[in-house]
T-cell receptor, first 109, second 112 residues
Framework: GDQVEQSPSALSLHEGTGSALRCNFTTTMRAVQWFQQNSRGSLINLFYLASGTKENGRLKSTFNSKESYSTLHIRDAQLEDSGTYFC???????????FGAGTKLTIKP | DMKVTQMPRYLIKRMGENVLLECGQDMSHETMYWYRQDPGLGLQLIYISYDVDSNSEGDIPKGYRVSRKKREHFSLILDSAKTNQTSVYFCAVDRGLRAEQFFGPGTRLTVL
């Protein structure tokens, strides 16, 4: 079965608001990455976490390996935040990562 | 920052033709990957290369093969392309000791 369950599948926000995206894991993961795929299709690295919380500007991500989830919080959303956000997690040992199906985020003026 | 390149960026082929997709990195990292992405799906792993001539199947290797003769270059080959191999193909590089991957810009392949 799927090891990485990402939610919601789609999300619409008004500029200036915020929300959270989530990934649940069905097996113990060693680390998680978050990517933004922009309108040109490029995959942009947002975060890599082996544990804890990281913050970068208006984005913050948390990885709780014991409870098998990771979150990505966006605050004060801007139009350029639109895109599809993917989490990808590594179960450990073989350098493979498994992707979630993505959250399509639309920011409205 | 590391740069991952892919050539070509767009490619149209007919069913049965051979396809060669190239990936390059400007460092000398060991582990490289090929993925495909289809609409509404995340990325699916085709092959991993752990170093020169050290390649391993990913989750969907059927219909593909790879070649890594230099650490900086990793090629994906489709012998006799099929229409269901129409997709966007991404190459990635693992930067170091942990599985943190950096992606190339992608190649959009259409097989008619």
């Amino acid at each position: 079965g799927d090891q990485v369950e990402q939610s919601p599948s789609a999300l619409s926000l008004h500029e200036g608001t915020g929300s959270a995206l989530r990934c649940n894991f069905t097996t113990t993961m060693r680390a998680v990455q978050w990517f933004q795929q922009n309108s040109r299709g490029s995959l942009i690295n947002l975060f890599y976490l082996a544990s804890g919380t990281k913050e970068n500007g208006r984005l913050k991500s948390t990885f709780n390996s014991k409870e098998s989830y990771s979150t990505l919080h966006i605050r004060d959303a801007q139009l350029e935040d639109s895109g599809t956000y993917f989490c990808a997690a590594e179960a450990g040992g073989n350098e493979k990562i498994t992707f979630g199906a993505g959250t399509k985020l639309t920011i409205k003026p | 920052d590391m740069k991952v390149t892919q050539m070509p960026r767009y490619l149209i082929k007919r069913m049965g033709e051979n396809v060669l997709l190239e990936c390059g990195q400007d460092m000398s990292h060991e582990t490289m990957y090929w993925y495909r992405q289809d609409p509404g799906l995340g990325l699916q792993l085709i092959y991993i290369s752990y170093d020169v001539d050290s390649n391993s199947e990913g989750d969907i290797p059927k219909g593909y093969r790879v070649s890594r003769k230099k650490r900086e270059h990793f090629s994906l080959i489709l012998d006799s392309a099929k229409t269901n191999q129409t997709s966007v193909y991404f190459c990635a590089v693992d930067r170091g000791l942990r599985a943190e991957q950096f992606f190339g810009p992608g190649t959009r392949l259409t097989v008619l």
